[in-house]
T-cell receptor, first 114, second 117 residues
């Protein structure tokens, strides 16, 4: 299930199940969104991105859904594996195509039980 | 993909001392690099944008005289935490977009853990 801790929501799933991680973004002008995976003590790793002119994009075992109406982004991980355990951040960027900075969401900790 | 390195990976220092953290783009040139700070169980917060050959731009609330940024070459940006105090203890992460990879994607360094005693 999903719980909200002091700072970081946690999602606990069984190995092999599908995971859905949600993110609400703040800026309606944002036109590019990215999901990052961060393992403990490491920098963020790129997972998948989506532009605002799309509502769905699929990668290997991952799917990102974008709902601009309610400013909501989700990351779906199929057949979750123990190696997927990490903190997942969504990030938004305005001025897609520029070298502008990213604004990160709060993050969700995914724990995969074997 | 492009690789960004940071040095050191961790550092422990006494209160009042200065600490320099390096961020290097190993296989691409970066005219812009970003410095983030991350406290435990929290998200990444942008501190400043480092611009090669010009002054860095700082986010609101970040003291430019305390966090000195130098971007002297197209592959190196440094962040110096001056007169560090325990509240500066954090995980510092840099990132850089690789124009050849598409400017949207940013490549992150592995981070530097700073502990101020």
């Amino acid at each position: 299930g999903e719980s909200v801790g002091l700072h970081l929501p946690t999602l606990s799933v069984q190995e092999g199940d599908n995971s859905i991680i949600n993110c609400a973004y703040s800026n309606s002008a944002s036109d590019y969104f990215i999901w990052y995976k961060q393992e403990s003590g490491k920098g963020p790793q790129f997972i998948i991105d989506i532009r605002s002119n799309m509502d769905k994009r699929q990668g290997q075992r991952v799917t990102v859904l974008l709902n601009k109406t309610v400013k909501h982004l989700s990351l779906q991980i199929a057949a979750t594996q123990p190696g997927d355990s990490a903190v997942y951040f969504c990030a938004e960027k305005s001025q897609e195509g520029s070298q502008g900075n990213l604004i990160f969401g709060k993050g969700t900790k995914l724990s995969v039980k074997p | 993909g492009a690789v960004v390195s940071q040095h050191p990976s961790w550092v422990i220092c006494k209160s009042g001392t200065s600490v320099k953290i390096e961020c290097r783009s190993l296989d691409f040139q970066a005219t812009t690099m970003f410095w983030y700070r991350q406290f435990p169980k929290q998200s990444l917060m942008l501190m400043a944008t480092s611009n090669e050959g010009s002054k860095a731009t700082y986010e609101q609330g970040v003291e430019k005289d305390k966090f000195l940024i130098n971007h002297a070459s197209l592959t190196l940006s440094t962040l110096t935490v001056t007169s560090a105090h325990p509240e500066d203890s954090s995980f510092y992460i840099c990132s850089a977009p690789d124009p050849l990879a598409g400017v949207n994607e940013q490549f992150f360094g592995p981070g530097t853990r700073l502990t101020v005693l």
